[in-house]
């Protein structure tokens, strides 16, 4: 079993960027495939980013291609997420979430383990 704690979250304005982390405790994190979720009052969970095992593999949601870079430090049991070129509809809260297995997915019903999460707010 594996504990996850989100840090990072803040009030940002548009265009600012942000560095989340997610720091793993419990059993060191190379066995499970990582992502990053986010969600709003009222909607489901949406699946942002996740990153293979290994770190060689990496898969974004359409909505933050080319801005966000999910990135993995094995041996600190830490994945980060660096958020660039914020806007407005950024604002949410992301969860980091952990999965046995080889497969990313998008699905959160996939994932065994979940942090409290970390509100990020991108506002003028």
């Known amino acids: 079993q594996v504990q996850l704690v989100e840090s990072g979250g803040g009030l940002v304005q548009p265009g600012d960027s942000l560095r989340l982390s997610c720091a793993a405790s419990?059993?060191?994190?190379?066995?499970?495939?990582m992502a990053w979720f986010r969600q709003t009052p009222g909607k489901e969970r949406e699946f942002v980013a996740t990153i293979s095992r290994s770190g060689g593999t990496v898969d974004y949601a359409d909505s933050v291609k080319g801005r966000f870079t999910i990135s993995r430090d094995n041996a600190e049991s830490t994945v980060y997420l660096q958020m660039n070129s914020l806007k407005p509809e950024d604002t949410a809260v992301y969860y980091c979430?952990?999965?046995?297995?080889?497969?990313?997915?998008?699905?959160?019903?996939?994932?065994?383990?979940w942090g409290q999460g970390t509100q990020v707010t991108v506002s003028s």
């Open positions: 979430a952990a999965k046995t297995g080889a497969f990313l997915l998008s699905r959160p019903d996939a994932y065994n383990y």
């Open positions: 419990g059993r060191t994190i190379i066995t499970y495939s």
